[in-house]
DNA sequence: TGTCAACGTAACACGCGGTAACAGAAGCGG
DNA sequence: CCGCTTCTGTTACCGCGTGTTACGTTGACA
C-alpha cells in the first residue's frame, strides 16, 4: 500500500509539530500547515489524502474552511477543537467533515480515527485509490508502490521481506530526518509486524544491517542508509515521489 | 430523493421504541430490530439505508455481526454501546462501522450523526445504494455474481468450490485491508459453511493456499492475495464493482 | 593510548505460515 | 447398501523471516 499524506492544520506551531510527528513516527507523510491559502497551495500541488483541520485558527475559522473545500472537493477532512460541546460537535458534521475529534486527544485514538476515514474513503472508489499509489526514486534505485518492490538502478529486481520493505517505507517517507530505534519500531508496528510493545531488544539494528546488505553498495560502507552513532539511522538519499 | 428507512436494532424493547419513535418524528423511517437474523431479512426484503446496531445484544454480539454485514454488503452501520472506552470505538471502527455513538447519547448528536454518515454514503458515489452489487472485476478476472462463477482473464471458466467462492466474495468486499483469520471465519459462516463456532484450527490457511492455487498465477508468489505475516490476508488486487 | 559504550553481524532459536497427506462428511449412481 | 468422488477440516512437517544473544569492531573522549 502507498503512504498516505496528511495534511495537519493547526496555528499553534508546537501542536503541530507534534501531531506531524507522531504521524510520521505511525508510517504517514504528515505535511503542517497553518491557514487557509497553505491547504489550497498544498491541494493544488500535491496529492492530499486526508486533511486534519483545527477549528480554532487565530483569526480563520476551521469549520467554515471547511464548509468551503468541501464545496469544492472531495478530500476527507477532521475537524479538531479544544471544545467538545455537542452544538460544536453537530456544526461540524452539518459542515460536512468526515470526523470530529476533541482535543485533548488520545494518540491511539487518532490513528483510529485517521484510519477508518481513509478506509471509508478508499472503500468509496477503487478509482481514487488506485491514483494514491505512487512511487519513489532514491539514488537510481526504484521502489514500486504498485506491486511493492524494490528495482535497483541496473533494473534488478531486489527481493526484500516484508519488514524490510516496511523499513523502507518509513526511510522514504522521512528522508534526512534521523530516526531513533524507537521511532522506527513505532512506525514499523503500524505497518504490520510481529507487535511486542516495547524493548525490542537490538531488532532494529539487524534489520538495518539485512536492508544495507541488499540495497547498499557496498554494505560495509553505508552510502543511503547512514547511522548516526548515539541518535539512530538517517536515510541520505535523493528521495522524489513518482506519481503513478 | 425517498425518504431514508432505518433499521434500528436493539435488544431492549424500550429503547428500541424510543429510538424508532425519535427518528420517525424526525422524517426518517425507522425500522426495529433485535438479531441479525431480523437484520438480514430485512436487507433482502427491503431497501435499508442505515443500520444503528447496538453492540450488546443479549447473546449476539453487534461488533461481529457489523464484520459480517461488512464483509458482504455496503450498508452505512452506526455502531451504539455504553461502553465508550477507547478501545472499543477502535474495535468498531476496525470492524468497518461508518460512525459509533455512546449511550446515553443526545438526540440531537443522534441526528446529527445520522445525517453525517448518510451524506457520506451519497457522496461516496451509488454504490451504497445498489443494494445488490452482482459482479465484480479484478485484475482481468471477473467474478459473475449471477451466476457464482468465476472467469480467468483468458475467458476460462474456473471451477471453484462453494467455501472457496465464498472466501472470495468476502475478500472482493474488503479489498486492500487485511483480514485477520477471526474476521473470515466469521464472515464464512454467515456466507454459508458449516458453523462451527469457533476455533477452526488452520482452516482458514487451507482455504486461502487452495483459492490461490486456482486464482495465482504463481500460487508461490501471490500477487492478489497476499499475507501479512502476523496479522491476516490482503486482496491486493484493483477491485472494482460490474454493474448488472 | 586506554577505556567504554555503541554498533555490525554471525549464529542460533522460535514461531508463523505453506502445504502434503490423511480423515470424515456429503452427494451420487449403481 | 456399497463404492466412488468431491469438498473441507486436521495434523504434521518444514522452510523462512525475524528477534535474541554473543562477540568482535569501531569511534569518541579523556
Known amino acids: 500500500m502507498s503512504i498516505p499524506r496528511l495534511l495537519v492544520v493547526d496555528d499553534d506551531p508546537e501542536m503541530r509539530a507534534m501531531m506531524t510527528q507522531f504521524l510520521q513516527q505511525n508510517g504517514f507523510i504528515a505535511l503542517p500547515a497553518s491557514s487557509e491559502n497553505e491547504i489550497r497551495s498544498h491541494l493544488n500541488t500535491g496529492r492530499i489524502d486526508l486533511i486534519l483541520l483545527d477549528v480554532m485558527l487565530g483569526d480563520e475559522n476551521g469549520v467554515e474552511i471547511c464548509a468551503r473545500l468541501r464545496a469544492e472537493q472531495d478530500v476527507p477532512i477532521i475537524l479538531v477543537s479544544a471544545l467538545s460541546a455537542d ?43 488506485r491514483r494514491r499509489i505512487h512511487s519513489f526514486r532514491f539514488d537510481g534505485w526504484l521502489y514500486d508502490g504498485k506491486r511493492d518492490e524494490v528495482h535497483s538502478p541496473e533494473g534488478y529486481l531486489v527481493a526484500l521481506s516484508q519488514r524490510e520493505t516496511a523499513l523502507l517505507k518509513v526511510l522514504l517517507a522521512n528522508p534526512h530526518i534521523p530516526l531513533t530505534r524507537d521511532e522506527i519500531v513505532a512506525a514499523l508496528d503500524v505497518t504490520g509486524g510481529t507487535d511486542k510493545p516495547e524493548a525490542q531488544g537490538r531488532a532494529i539494528d539487524m534489520l538495518v544491517g539485512r536492508l544495507r546488505s541488499k540495497i547498499e553498495v557496498n554494505p560495509k560502507d553505508p552510502q543511503m542508509l547512514r547511522t548516526e552513532r548515539g541518535v539512530g539511522y538517517v536515510f541520505a538519499a535523493d528521495v522524489s515521489v513518482q506519481e503513478e
Chains 1, 2 share one sequence.
Open 87 to 129: 452544538h460544536q460537535r453537530m456544526a461540524g458534521y452539518e459542515v460536512g467533515a468526515d470526523d470530529y475529534i476533541a482535543k485533548p486527544f488520545n494518540p491511539q485514538l487518532l490513528l483510529a480515527r485517521v484510519r477508518a476515514v481513509m478506509q471509508r474513503a478508499r472503500r468509496s472508489s477503487s478509482l481514487a485509490y
